[in-house]
């Protein structure tokens, strides 16, 4: 899930689509347009990685340069994690790594979800 300003809300899925033309079945949008929390869904017939390498990290600069951030509801996970540049500052994941060290100093709780590897 990503979350958009609304002016740019469906923009992204027209972006997507133009972008992964043919080699895909569908792409669509839905969520809470309430506050601007979006899932993206793209079809495929079959998982295919140049498909995923068109996707990642095409949308989360994208969505980074129209001031959305790539983590909505659902948060980071552990697939998102090291994306999480477009959303955050340097100075910002720093300081949440000094927050869960303080909280988690044994890295248990949650372990390989949310902060980045580096």
Excluded: C
């Amino acid at each position: 899930d990503i979350s958009l300003p609304m002016s740019v809300f469906y923009d992204s899925i027209l972006v997507m689509k133009e972008r992964l033309g043919k080699d895909v079945t569908r792409v669509l949008g839905y969520g809470h347009i309430g506050d601007g929390n979006m899932h993206l869904n793209v079809t495929t017939p079959e998982y295919k990685q140049d498909v995923m390498d068109k996707i990642e990290p095409f949308l989360y600069e994208w969505t980074s340069k129209h001031k959305g951030s790539i983590s909505a509801e659902h948060g980071l996970g552990f697939k998102k994690r090291n994306f999480i540049h477009y959303s955050k500052s340097d100075s910002a994941v720093f300081l949440m790594k000094q927050i869960k060290s303080v909280f988690d100093p044994k890295g248990i709780m949650n372990p390989y979800k949310v902060l980045p590897d580096n």
